[in-house]
């Protein structure tokens, strides 16, 4: 949803009152994310090491700013298949860094450390 208003050049948090311009405009970036979503080219945008966004499709620039990725890396994968897996992986990852290495009460959260 956001990426429709912003590709409609619309703030996702004010489009309860529309002018009738500004609605075209928002249908008209909808069908466009309806339509990238038919032929989805998953990526996943990247913070040095750390995976920040999944996306299935081409993010505006704008969205890209609203989500602060707009310098990040973009890696493009051939199917969504991968970048779900590396993706879900590269999280799981992340969070099991955090909670051994960032949280001083990680043995309390039931981190295993044999596997």
């Given amino acids: 949803a956001d990426?429709?208003?912003?590709?409609?050049?619309?703030?996702?948090?004010?489009?309860?009152?529309?002018?009738?311009d500004a609605q075209e405009r928002l249908f008209t970036s909808i069908l466009g994310v309806i339509q990238d979503?038919?032929?989805p080219a998953?990526?996943?945008?990247w913070e040095e090491d750390r995976a920040r966004i999944l996306s299935l499709?081409?993010?505006?620039?704008?969205?890209?700013?609203?989500?602060?990725v707009l310098e990040s890396v973009e890696e493009i994968f051939e199917s969504v298949d991968e970048a779900v897996r590396i993706f879900a992986r590269r999280l799981l990852g992340q969070a099991a860094y955090?909670?051994?290495?960032?949280?001083?009460?990680w043995?309390?959260?039931?981190?295993?450390t044999d596997a």
């Fill in 107 to 112: 043995k309390k959260l039931g981190v295993r």
């Fill in 42 to 45: 998953p990526r996943i945008f």
């Fill in 98 to 105: 955090a909670k051994r290495y960032l949280n001083p009460d």
């Fill in 57 to 68: 499709i081409p993010l505006s620039p704008a969205t890209r700013a609203g989500e602060d």
């Fill in 3 to 20: 990426e429709a208003c912003r590709r409609a050049d619309l703030d996702p948090m004010y489009v309860g009152s529309l002018d009738e």
């Fill in 37 to 39: 979503l038919d032929n």
